[in-house]
């Protein structure tokens, strides 16, 4: 996907993510209409690994752009990493994909790395997906 797709392609995307990979178990993401031109994203993408993408994102479907977002990964208890586009102007080596970064071990905290894949103008999800997928390889 290239570019941010329509209020209903999106959310039909959305709602077929467990049929489109064969990794994911089950999802609980679901899409909010909020206003007639925006909406909020939120639930977890399940996969046969144990692995759990929760997503957060508010779009608007006028601008073609995600306003904001946040992706968590977890395995059971432990947050492996996240990513989310808190400005850190401070910190040059996330210049190149500011503000998108992502949160990454060993102090996921403190340690962030540029993240280059992310994008306001398309859906992060499948990238997402793909991410976990080649960890599980």
Do not use: C
Not at 16 to 23: D, G
Not at 74 to 97: I, M, V
């Amino acid at each position: 996907m290239t570019l941010l797709l329509s209020r209903p392609e999106y959310e039909r995307w959305l709602y077929a993510i467990p049929e489109m990979y064969p990794s994911v178990r089950s999802s609980t993401v679901r899409f909010f209409t909020t206003s007639s031109t925006t909406s909020v994203v939120a639930g977890t993408v399940f996969f046969r690994s144990g692995h759990e993408l929760r997503v957060s994102e508010l779009v608007d479907h006028a601008a073609g752009e995600i306003l904001d977002y946040g992706y968590e990964i977890w395995l059971g208890e432990e947050k492996l990493y996240w990513y989310d586009p808190q400005p850190h102007p401070a910190d040059s080596s996330l210049a190149s994909t500011y503000p998108h970064h992502k949160h990454a071990p060993p102090d996921i905290k403190h340690n962030r790395i540029p993240a280059s894949e992310l994008s306001f103008i398309r859906p992060n999800l499948p990238l997402l997906i793909e991410e976990i997928e080649r960890g599980l390889a």
